[in-house]
């Protein structure tokens, strides 16, 4: 099982209102061919700045204001959003910066399954 797959079995938090728990996904260190992409420095910078992510859990308003029988993201979508969004969350050991807490506005558009 993916850490993606264990989070939305069990989610380390239950957002609220209109809020998203988002996982963001590690920043991949080497190319395919094993050229170091990154510096520690560089990573830290692209982990903080990502601007996409995978939907772990809901709150029970998400997406309820704006909601207008247009495609909404749901638990599981890819979805991207402005740089830098919503607050870092560690919990359960978790204190890499792979979880993040957004609004619904924030999120700008799911990737296509």
């Known amino acids: 099982m993916t850490k993606l797959q264990e989070l939305i ?3 380390p938090l239950r957002p609220t209102l209109n809020n998203i728990l988002l996982f963001v996904p590690p920043v991949e260190e080497t190319s395919d061919g094993g ?3 990154y510096t ?3 990573k830290d910078r692209e982990k903080k700045g990502s601007a996409h992510g995978y939907v772990v859990a809901m709150g ?9 029988g247009s495609v909404q ?3 599981g979508d890819h979805v991207f959003t402005g740089r830098y969004p919503g607050d870092i969350v560690s919990v359960d050991g978790m204190d ?4 993040r807490i957004i609004v619904d506005e924030e999120v700008r558009a ?4």
Request: hydrophobic share 40%; glycine share 4%.
């Open 96 to 99: 890499d910066g792979s979880l």
């Open 40 to 42: 520690e420095k560089e």
């Open 35 to 37: 050229i170091v992409l």
């Open 60 to 68: 029970p308003n998400a997406f309820e204001q704006m909601y207008d």
């Open 73 to 75: 993201a749901s638990v």
């Open 9 to 11: 079995e069990n989610p």
């Open 110 to 113: 799911i990737w296509p399954k």
